[in-house]
């Protein structure tokens, strides 16, 4: 609800989870995976255009719809190389005034060792398992970095490199991230809830 709040500019009926017009031109958007924004072609006549500031290029138009496609949308599952830690409560309005996501996240923990690679378009990040209760991604880096997901953090979650728990933090506000060391691994976040068992 914050994160969403803060992506729109204002809040929502709890039971709604909505992007708004607002929420269009918010840099949050990339965050969330968004790649394609669809539109009525032609505006009814009891409705307002959509102001999209981003000048985002048409992928598809027909009588009924119109599809914008982000360029800036990041992947479901990224490694950086960077993080700040902030203060607890104040990643949102850091995310909205600075870093760039492609390459650092914001945590509101103690940053474990990260390491910058003279080539990070080498890093590898390849998902083996994605169901919604286990993801298994297998990793390659020639330094330390996070594994970022554009995945809800739960406290039931667990994370676990190569076999053994580790700590699962909780990234850009509402998402999930695992320190990954150098070298080749093999990542796994399960949903293990103890009620559930």
């Known amino acids: 609800d914050e994160f969403m709040a803060a992506l729109n500019g204002q809040d929502q009926n709890y039971h709604h989870t909505d992007?708004?017009?607002?929420?269009l031109n918010s840099p949050l958007i990339d965050l969330l995976n968004v790649r394609y924004v669809i539109?009525?072609?032609?505006?009814?006549s009891d409705e307002m255009p959509?102001?999209?500031e981003r000048n985002l290029p048409v992928a598809y138009s027909d009588a009924s719809v119109t599809i914008f496609e982000n360029p800036s949308a990041l992947p479901r599952i990224r490694l950086v190389h960077s993080a700040l830690q902030v203060a607890p409560g104040h990643a949102l309005q850091t995310l909205l005034s600075a870093p760039d996501p492609r390459t650092t996240t914001v945590l509101e923990a103690p940053l474990p060792e990260l390491?910058?690679?003279?080539?990070p378009e080498a890093d590898l990040v390849e998902p083996s398992t994605y169901r919604a209760d286990d993801i298994n991604v297998q990793t390659r880096s020639s330094m330390a970095g996070l594994l970022v997901t554009s995945e809800v953090y739960y406290p039931a979650w667990k994370a676990y490199v190569d076999g053994h728990p580790t700590t699962l933090y909780?990234?850009?506000h509402a998402f999930?991230?695992?320190?990954v060391p150098a070298g080749s691994h093999s990542i796994e976040l399960r949903y293990e809830s103890v009620p559930l068992q």
């Open 176 to 179: 999930r991230a695992v320190a």
């Open 50 to 52: 959509p102001h999209l």
């Open 170 to 172: 909780v990234a850009d």
């Open 39 to 44: 539109v009525p072609t032609v505006t009814a």
């Open 115 to 119: 390491g910058q690679p003279t080539t």
């Open 19 to 23: 992007i708004l017009e607002t929420g």
